[in-house]
C-alpha cells in the first residue's frame, strides 16, 4: 500500500487533486466574440492517479476542453452542470448558438451530472435526451478516481442550481460571485430560494475554502470565502426583508 492509498486525496498536502480554473474566451475559445464577452470560467477537475476527470461546466469549446484534458494526460468521465442556462451548457442565448454538454455526450459518450429539479430545464435548453442525464439531490457525492465531489443544491438563480465542494474549494457557478450573486429575475429564478441558499446552505461552508465562481465578475478570479463572506454586499443584507427590499420583484 503506497502513502497515496492512505491519505485524504484532496487535502492540500496531496497531488492526487487536479484542479484547473480556465476562462473562455483567453484559455480557449478564443476567436468565440460571446465567450469573450460573457467571460465564463469553466473547471477541471480530477484525479492524477487514475487519469480521470469532469468537466464543469462545459461551453463554448468542447472538444478544445477534451483536448486539454489529453494534454495533461487525463480522460473525461463525465461532465458537472451548475445549472441550465446556455452559457454553462449550451444551447441559444438570444439568438447566438453555443456549444455545450450535447457537443460532449455526441464525441464523448459519457454522464452528466444535474439536481434533479433542474433536469427538464436541462433538456429543454440543451436538446440532449434525459437519458443523457444523471439526476442528484443535495449532499450526494460524485467520485471521481478517488477525488469526492459533494454536490450543495442552492435554488435561487434557477430551480435547480448546484455548487460542487471539493479539496477545499467551492466551484459556484452563478449562485455566489467574488461581488455579488446571481440575477434572480430570469425564468425559475427565486429571490427568497436565493436567500436561504446563501445564509443557511452555504453559510456550513468554512470560511477558509476557497470560491470559485462561474464567471470573471471581479478583479481576482477565486477569494476564501471568509473574505468574499467581509466584503460581498449580499452578506450586508442581514434579514429577509432587507433582502427582499434589494432582490424581490
Known sequence: ??????????????????????????????DDQI?????????????????????VD?????????????????????????????????????????????RLVEVAQVPVHVQADESPWVVRSTGVGAEDLVTHRGGDLVEVGAIPITLVHTPGH??????????????????????????TDLPGGDPEAMYESLTTRLARVPDDTVLYPGHLYSDEPSATMGQTRSHNYVFRLRTPEQWMTMFGQ
Request: charged share 20%; hydrophobic share 40%.
Open 158 to 183: 434557477t430551480p435547480g442550481s448546484q455548487c460542487f465542494l471539493v479539496g477545499g474549494r467551492l466551484i459556484a457557478g452563478d449562485t455566489l460571485f467574488l461581488d455579488g450573486c446571481g440575477r
Open 35 to 55: 465567450a469573450r464577452q460573457m467571460v465564463n470560467f469553466v473547471y477541471l477537475v480530477g484525479d492524477t492517479v487514475t487519469g480521470e476527470a469532469v468537466i
Open 58 to 102: 462545459p461551453a463554448y469549446g468542447v472538444d478544445e476542453l477534451l483536448g486539454i484534458l489529453r494534454a495533461d494526460d487525463m480522460e473525461c468521465v463525465g461532465a458537472l452542470a451548475t445549472h441550465y442556462h446556455p452559457d454553462h451548457v449550451g444551447g441559444d442565448l438570444m439568438g447566438w448558438g453555443i456549444e455545450g454538454i450535447g
Open 1 to 30: 500500500m503506497t502513502d497515496n492509498d492512505t491519505e485524504d486525496p484532496t487535502s492540500p498536502e496531496s497531488d492526487r487533486l487536479y484542479f484547473r480554473q480556465l476562462l473562455a474566451g483567453r484559455d480557449f475559445a478564443v
